[in-house]
T-cell receptor, first 116, second 113 residues
Framework: GDSVTQMEGPVTLSEEAFLTINCTYT??????LFWYVQYPGEGLQLLLKATKADDKGSNKGFEATYRKETTSFHLEKGSVQVSDSAVYFC???????????????FGRGTQLTVWP | EAQVTQNPRYLITVTGKKLTVTCSQNMNHEYMSWYRQDPGLGLRQIYY???????DKGDVPEGYKVSRKEKRNFPLILESPSPNQTSLYFCASSPAMTVNIQYFGAGTRLSVL
């Protein structure tokens, strides 16, 4: 079935460091891919998305490119800030699944802590 | 302000005592869903609803009930809570045409003793 695998956390970085959080997926159709972010004490919110191969999603300095050949959607940011400390979830939505059309499948989440 | 509101935010209860967690959205969304979040397991879907009076099971529905009598409300009911239902619960909603872009409530932390 459809699934998402994220790198294990936690990830701890100093401010201005480069961030990569790996995400790979398994899907039978043509999925859309997402990154959601959960700040402390809050619900999840959409960070960025890509709906087809080679699309690049971007928001708040974060980027992720939909790579069909490697079934990956890695999250990157060139210079992290303390305010980026949060849990990041990779998610998949397979558009070809009938009654589950558009349903989200989440990875396990990666905790990011950024120190000043 | 567009939002998904869950109540209560924190709840401690005892095994077997029925409880309801409420969820309400003010965005006129057709789709609503309940998730539980557990360490190392991420988010798992409990139930979802595509519209009023239409509900379906997610990945982990055992021990839970839901109802969708009105478009804005989607309560989660635990008829006889057990300690393995101790978790962080999230309600989410979205328009029917974009159910993969969901808006989440702030969460309800439930402890069952």
């Amino acid at each position: 079935g459809d699934s998402v695998t994220q790198m294990e956390g936690p990830v701890t970085l100093s401010e201005e460091a480069f961030l990569t959080i790996n995400c790979t997926y398994t899907a039978t159709g043509y999925p859309s891919l997402f990154w959601y972010v959960q700040y402390p004490g809050e619900g999840l919110q959409l960070l960025l998305k890509a709906t087809k191969a080679d699309d690049k999603g971007s928001n708040k300095g974060f980027e992720a490119t939909y790579r069909k050949e490697t079934t990956s959607f890695h999250l990157e940011k060139g210079s992290v800030q303390v305010s980026d400390s949060a849990v990041y979830f990779c998610a998949l939505s397979d558009r070809d699944r009938g009654s589950t059309l558009g349903r989200l499948y989440f990875g396990r989440g990666t905790q990011l802590t950024v120190w000043p | 302000e567009a939002q998904v509101t869950q109540n209560p935010r924190y709840l401690i209860t005892v095994t077997g005592k029925k409880l309801t967690v409420t969820c309400s959205q003010n965005m006129n969304h057709e789709y609503m869903s309940w998730y539980r979040q557990d360490p190392g397991l991420g988010l798992r879907q409990i139930y979802y609803s595509m519209n009023v009076e239409v509900t379906d099971k997610g990945d982990v529905p055992e021990g839970y009930k839901v109802s969708r009598k009105e478009k804005r409300n989607f309560p989660l009911i635990l008829e006889s809570p057990s300690p393995n239902q101790t978790s962080l619960y999230f309600c989410a909603s979205s328009p029917a045409m974009t159910v993969n872009i969901q808006y989440f409530g702030a969460g309800t932390r439930l402890s069952v003793l």
